[in-house]
């Protein structure tokens, strides 16, 4: 029997509440086109979404709107690709796919270049929505290579082109950009997941450190990244190294961030919830969210006044210079650790990270 639900798109939250109930599969609730799939996922998000339900309903409107984006997940799940992708520069001959994020399917492939077979990471996008998302990371990257200091530039991943590529099977166009990869980096989520009980601070020091290096050089180049998240923020244990990645988020200063990952909406500054313009004060706030929830409990009570300063609600009291922020993190580090010494970090095991 064939539920019409993804036929007649709900207008009330009492029809969007029952046409999840009687939904079994995605095709259930989402057209085929994948378009028209997107506009009903957003319009079911407005009329499920918790905010809007009685708060005697909240619970129950919380499961209804986890299932909901649990349908929209396996809709969105991105079909195979062709085994070739070929661009006016290269042709890519795709791999296996290394992960799965909110936006995008990160697949392995490689190229040939004078003679000698090149890796490349192919960031291909779930759904041809977030086309626009995707662009957004190519005009970044390409704006932090022309314009940032040179000397930075390791700071952000590099972009070896972005192409349009519409998929055989479908017709699907859909921006993909094709980056340089990765090796030996881990996420902060991963460093977070490998020490429960919090980092040590002084671990965690030179990965801030170099975060606030990586915003203050992207704000200077004009951009605001708008996601600094766990999973955004890559550090290689040996060599202290730190990439700031998924700039689909990002934005120049003053205009609003397009987008949030809905999970860690309580992470996010007032501005980009309310859809309000962002600077250099976004990137702080999140970044320091971020470092917080890095060392836990183990986060003595000066660094947590610092921080508390940096995750003021008030966009105009919170640090906007992450340069002076640096220095005054610098003071800190100082008064309770003395000079500033090489600590040796290690993360267990030693996979590769895309």
């Known amino acids: 029997m064939t539920t019409p639900t993804a036929a007649v798109a709900p207008r009330t939250r009492a029809a969007a509440?029952?046409?999840?109930?009687?939904?079994r599969r995605p095709a259930d609730l989402f057209p085929a086109d994948d378009a028209e799939a997107a506009r009903s996922y957003r319009r079911l998000a407005r009329l499920l979404h918790p905010d809007t339900a009685p708060p005697a309903e909240r619970p129950a409107a919380e499961a209804e709107f986890a299932?909901?984006?649990?349908?929209?997940?396996?809709?969105?799940?991105?079909?195979?690709?062709?085994?070739?992708?070929?661009?006016?520069?290269?042709?890519?001959?795709?791999?296996?796919?290394?992960?799965?994020g909110d936006l995008a399917v990160l697949r392995e492939a490689s190229y040939e270049e004078r003679g000698t077979r090149r890796r490349a990471l192919l960031k291909i996008p779930r759904t041809v929505t977030d086309n626009d998302l995707m662009e957004r990371e190519a005009d970044a990257l390409t704006r932090l290579a022309r314009h940032g200091e040179r000397r930075h530039r390791g700071y952000a991943p590099r972009l070896l082109e972005s192409v349009r590529h519409r998929a055989p099977d479908t017709g699907a166009?859909?921006?993909?950009?094709?980056?340089?990869?990765?090796?030996?980096?881990h996420t902060l989520a991963e460093v977070r997941a490998a020490h429960p009980?919090?980092?040590?601070?002084?671990?965690?020091a030179w990965m801030w450190r170099r975060l606030l290096v990586a915003l203050g050089w992207a704000h200077r180049a004009?951009?605001?990244?708008?996601?600094?998240?766990?999973?955004?923020?890559?550090?290689?244990?040996?060599?202290?190294g730190l990439v700031l990645v998924d700039w689909c988020y990002s934005t120049a200063p003053g205009d609003p961030v397009p987008a949030l990952v809905e999970r860690h909406r309580a992470h996010?500054?007032?501005?980009?919830?309310?859809?309000?313009?962002?600077?250099?004060?976004?990137?702080l706030h999140l970044a320091s969210r971020t470092m917080a929830a890095l060392m836990g409990e183990r986060t003595p009570q000066p660094m947590r006044a610092f921080l508390r300063g940096c995750t003021l609600p008030a966009q105009a009291r919170r640090?906007?210079?992450?340069?002076?922020?640096?220095?005054?993190?610098?003071?800190?580090?100082?008064?309770?650790?003395g000079p500033r010494t090489f600590r040796p970090f290690t993360m267990p095991g030693t996979r590769p990270h895309p």
Do not use: M, Q
């Open 67 to 100: 299932r909901l984006d649990a349908l929209w997940r396996r809709r969105t799940a991105a079909r195979p690709a062709a085994a070739v992708l070929t661009t006016r520069h290269r042709t890519y001959t795709l791999g296996p796919t290394l992960a799965t």
């Open 319 to 337: 640090p906007h210079d992450a340069w002076r922020l640096l220095a005054e993190l610098d003071d800190l580090l100082h008064r309770l650790y």
């Open 17 to 23: 509440r029952s046409a999840l109930a009687a939904a």
């Open 197 to 204: 009980d919090g980092l040590d601070p002084r671990d965690a």
């Open 173 to 185: 166009e859909r921006r993909v950009n094709a980056l340089v990869p990765l090796d030996g980096f």
């Open 222 to 240: 004009g951009r605001v990244h708008g996601a600094v998240l766990p999973e955004h923020v890559l550090i290689h244990p040996a060599l202290h």
């Open 268 to 283: 996010y500054p007032p501005e980009v919830t309310g859809r309000r313009p962002a600077t250099g004060a976004t990137d």
